[in-house]
């Protein structure tokens, strides 16, 4: 069964900086892309970051291209997303999510299969 777990998510004043890491399961690990989409109040869900676990080549969003780093640790089957230099309109629900290796690049949900129960994002201003 497949399973993706979210953690690190919490409060944040504008300016700071959390890490939130994605706990892959159930999958060979190494051979999908492991995508970050966040969704706030009202709005669609975005595609954030994601990163292919074979080659590690990754793609990131224009509107955080510069503050947010996507990285994965293979050996602990886990995808990490730095996120630095927030901003009160980062606030929302991650999701992390499971594609095929071709998903890298634009993110569209719907090319992503497995999805995560999402962690919480706040940032004050």
């Known amino acids: 069964e497949v399973q993706l777990v979210e953690s690190g998510g919490g409060l944040v004043r504008a300016g700071g900086s959390l890490r939130l890491a994605c706990a892959a399961s159930?999958?060979?690990?190494?051979?999908?892309?492991i995508g970050w989409f966040r969704q706030a109040p009202g709005k669609e869900r975005e595609g954030v970051s994601c990163i292919s676990t074979s080659d590690g080549s990754t793609y990131h969003a224009d509107s955080v291209k510069g503050r947010f780093t996507i990285s994965s640790d293979n050996a602990k089957n886990t995808v990490y997303l730095q996120m630095n230099s927030l901003k009160p309109e980062d606030t929302a629900v991650y999701y992390c999510a499971q594609g095929p290796a071709q998903a890298i690049g634009v993110m569209y949900p719907y090319e992503y299969d497995y999805w995560g129960q999402g962690t919480h994002v706040t940032v004050s201003s």
């Open positions: 159930g999958f060979t690990f190494d051979d999908y892309t």
